[in-house]
């Protein structure tokens, strides 16, 4: 081993060492909300417990909020847009960068804190936590466009578009990856001019937490970023209903969406929804088949699964099916399992024991069905005793079995073969979601071909699933409606404005004369 590489039992025990002084505050203080810049219990004073998901061990006692809590959220968050939205551009940019260096600062904090919340492994949270930072970035350049429009000049008008922010929004997020993914959502609102108030997971409230503390220690003035903890159907269900809350983004199941949507529709939410996915990575004969199955092994089995654009389904053609998958059954069997802060695991406990028996039922549908676990298949006993779990490989799946048109969300991968370009398309597509698509084939004319046929919002060519924060990011059918990233975020959570210029030569008709 390379002298200035820390052996692998060092790194371990620095990521202990680092999460023990952090989770020992966390018990003594417990989590509150952040309401107007004010660390505040429930003003019913219920909480409710966090664990980890490593050991069950209690992390803290959670403030538990109500329609009560929304609505004094909701209320500081419409105090302090009137000035929030008039600040000049280039003062919010100076705030927003603030935020991104001070989560830079925390990044390895942030980083342990995530894995023994979720059960992440720290080679994917270190990363999290940068991306985060660069979310905040990304926008914070952005302000100084965000009320950018058009002229669209007519004969005798100057007609002219503007935004301006939407008002108060709400924030839903769910529990994979949640410091990484709420910050693609807060940064854009509030580099738009937005106040903000973020309802977490119950299951990952901790960097929720940290994130809403860093702001203000970054100097957003207080109300501009609000954080209220609880359950979906109590505070979740408050914030979609609150008259002061103009839009929602919402990232989570398809079935909350639905939800959110009735929840939200007296009072006309404008709605963003990221919802989930059963995404196909679709490998060719033709494809460069090495690189295709280290892409397939990663995007099913890192983060524990628990990722959205993860590729649930491999469609491989019928040629070279059994050799790729016979290589495919030794990588998986060879995926390390272990403590979240092992930087050697691969795969870490699943977030709660709910979810473990939700991902483990599909063990049994998978055999009702007809189908093979080849690989994995059953709990797995982990360092802690957490929800650990074997990663899992099932083939002699066809399209329509249950394993092949759920979301399992975990590390379980279903092998359907297919003949041709036409029967890869027609399995891809013969699910509820449309998240996204990957293709692997040599043929360039045949990936474009299908990546035209594909019914999914985000689609990668010979490649794994990597973000570039300018393009869309989002999902068609179950899997979403509306578009996150540069330009697109803007849209979302600013209203689009016309003002129209008239040259006194256009001719008024005259009535009442
Ligand atoms: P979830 O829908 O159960 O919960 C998400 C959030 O919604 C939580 O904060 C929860 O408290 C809240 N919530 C629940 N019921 C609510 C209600 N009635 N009103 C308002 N809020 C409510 O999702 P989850 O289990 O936390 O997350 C996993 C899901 O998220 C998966 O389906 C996954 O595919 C999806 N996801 C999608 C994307 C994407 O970009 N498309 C990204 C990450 C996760």
């Not at 705030?95 to 925390?106: C, G, P, Q, S």
């Not at 919402?250 to 959110?260: D, N, Q, Y």
Request: aromatic share 6%.
């Amino acid at each position: 081993m390379d002298k200035a590489t820390p052996k692998t039992s060092d790194v371990f025990a620095a990521n202990r060492d680092r999460v023990a002084p952090l989770l020992a505050k966390l018990k003594q203080e417990g989590i509150g909300h952040l309401i107007d810049g004010k660390v505040v219990p429930s003003i019913s004073g219920q909480t409710f417990e966090t664990k980890s998901p490593v050991d069950g061990a209690v992390l803290a006692q959670v403030a538990r909020g109500g329609p009560e809590d929304i609505d004094r959220a909701a209320t500081a968050a419409a105090l302090a847009f009137k000035s929030w939205r008039n600040m000049p551009a280039a003062m919010r940019k100076k705030l927003l960068h603030r935020v991104a260096d001070a989560i830079e600062d925390r990044a390895d904090d942030i980083a342990v804190l995530e894995c023994i919340d979720t059960g992440q492994a720290h080679r994917f949270m270190a990363k999290a936590a940068i991306r985060a930072a660069e979310n905040f970035r990304f926008f914070a350049d952005r302000c100084t466009e965000a009320r950018d429009g058009f002229n669209t000049p007519s004969d005798e008008h100057w007609n002219v578009s503007t935004r301006v922010p939407i008002g108060p929004v709400g924030v839903i997020t769910p529990w994979n990856t949640p410091f990484m993914l709420s910050t693609w959502k807060i940064a854009p609102a509030l580099a738009a001019g937005c106040t903000v108030v973020h309802k977490p997971a119950e299951w990952s409230p901790v960097t929720a937490d940290l994130l809403a503390k860093l702001a203000k220690q970054a100097g957003v003035p207080d109300g501009v970023l609000n954080t209220v903890h609880g359950i979906g159907e109590e505070a979740g269900k408050a914030l979609t209903e609150h008259p002061a809350i103009k839009a929602i983004g919402f990232v989570g199941e398809s079935s909350t969406g639905s939800a959110i949507m009735a929840q939200g529709a007296p009072t006309l939410k404008r709605v963003h929804f990221e919802l989930g996915g059963k995404n196909p990575v679709i490998v060719f004969d033709d494809a460069d088949l090495d690189r295709a199955l280290d892409a397939v092994v990663f995007m099913i089995y890192s983060l524990n699964g628990e990722r959205c654009t993860s590729s649930s389904r491999l469609l491989i053609q019928q040629g070279i099916a059994d050799k790729f998958v016979e290589k495919l059954t030794a990588r998986v069997k060879a995926l390390k399992v272990g403590h979240p802060l092992d930087p050697a695991t691969e795969i870490g406990p699943l977030i709660h024991e709910r979810h473990l028996a939700k991902v483990c039922s599909y063990f049994d549908i998978a055999r009702q069905d007809g189908a093979v676990i080849a690989v994995g298949g059953a709990p797995h006993d982990g360092p802690g005793g957490g929800h650990y779990i074997q990663p899992t490989l099932v083939t002699g799946a066809n399209a329509r079995m249950r394993v092949a048109q759920e979301e399992v969300f975990g590390p379980f991968l279903t092998v359907i073969p297919f003949r041709d370009e036409n029967d890869a398309i027609e399995i891809a597509n013969g699910v509820d979601y449309g998240l996204t698509g990957y293709v692997w084939t040599g043929d360039m004319g045949r990936a474009l071909r299908v990546a035209d046929a594909l019914e999914a919002g985000m689609i990668w060519l010979n490649s794994e699933n990597v973000r570039h924060l300018p393009t869309p990011f989002g999902g068609m059918k179950s899997s979403g409606i509306g578009r996150d990233g540069g330009d697109y975020s803007f849209d979302f959570y600013m209203e689009t404005k016309h003002v129209s210029l008239a040259r006194g030569t256009h001719k008024i008709q005259k009535l009442g004369i």
